[in-house]
């Protein structure tokens, strides 16, 4: 069944903002396997020229409420988490994140389209801080296995 395209277009925001913790930074770079004492030392990162512990370049991911941000639980929108595989995700950081940030969240479902018998969800993200500073912008693809509509 094809995915509703009524949902391209809407956007949805965090609830609450999502607070950066040194923890979350630590715990988020020891799963990647990155030692990096940026990520691990607030001495070494102060050394640097940060506020505190700045955040891997991925970690955002992090930060994306729920399912990517989607409406993915809506039965309007057809998508059955059972067919899905991710497809990309990309961040342009304005600035870095670091330890202390308070982020929200807006996450729009810009795109469905037909990729042979798939189709592919793309969702946009702003991450501003809690003063509306825009502090990062990504993207995330997401492939429907075998849902497009026929040809």
């Keep these: 069944m094809p995915l509703n395209q009524d949902f391209v277009g809407r956007s949805y925001t965090s609830d609450v903002p999502f607070q950066i913790g040194r923890e979350h930074i ?52 057809g998508l059955d988490y059972t067919l899905v595989v991710h497809g990309e995700q990309r961040f342009t950081l304005h600035r870095p994140v670091v330890a202390g940030d308070e982020l929200v969240v807006r996450s729009t479902l810009a795109s469905i389209r037909s990729v042979g018998r798939n189709e592919l969800l793309v969702t946009s993200y702003e991450f501003t801080s809690t003063s509306g500073e825009l502090v990062a912008e990504g993207t995330c693809s997401l492939v429907s296995r075998g849902t497009a509509p026929p040809r």
């Excluded at 988020?28 to 004492?37: I, L, M, S, T, Y």
């Design 26 to 77: 630590r715990q988020f770079a020891r799963a990647v396997g990155d030692d990096n004492p940026l990520y691990h030392d607030v001495e070494a990162a102060k050394a640097a020229g940060h506020a505190d512990l700045p955040a891997p370049p991925t970690f955002l991911v992090t930060a994306i409420p729920g399912n990517l941000g989607l409406p993915t639980d809506d039965p309007a929108l």
